[in-house]
């Protein structure tokens, strides 16, 4: 396999003992990633998603993360945002209203 041009890593609260605790976890983060799984194969994007733990930014959650860009967002929570971050990332740019 190919390393992806993108990674999107969306947040899932997991703290260091495994429990997932936290802001993102409590909206519902986790449940995003087939949807956005799915989308990354209906738009053709050189992207790969994964879950991680706590990244620090609980006030925010739920949090995404699309690196190699740095891209920090916060308040993911629809797939209708989720949507315009992608449609950001498709087009080279940014969702700015979301950025963190
Ligand atoms: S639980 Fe997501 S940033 Fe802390």
Not at 6 to 16: G, K, Y
Not at 19 to 34: N, Q, R, V, W
Not at 38 to 50: F, S, Y
Request: charged content about 25%.
């Amino acid at each position: 396999m190919e390393k992806p041009k993108h990674h999107i890593f969306v947040c899932a609260s997991f703290r260091a003992d495994g429990e997932a605790k936290g802001m993102c976890s409590k909206k519902g983060a986790a449940g995003f990633l087939p949807y956005i799984e799915n989308e990354i194969l209906d738009r053709g994007l050189d992207a790969q998603v994964t879950s991680t733990g706590c990244m620090k930014m609980c006030d925010n959650g739920p949090v995404l993360v699309i690196h190699p860009n740095n891209t920090w967002y916060g308040g993911v929570e629809t797939e209708e945002i989720i949507d315009e971050i992608l449609d950001a990332l498709e087009g080279g740019g940014v969702a700015e209203a979301y950025c963190i």
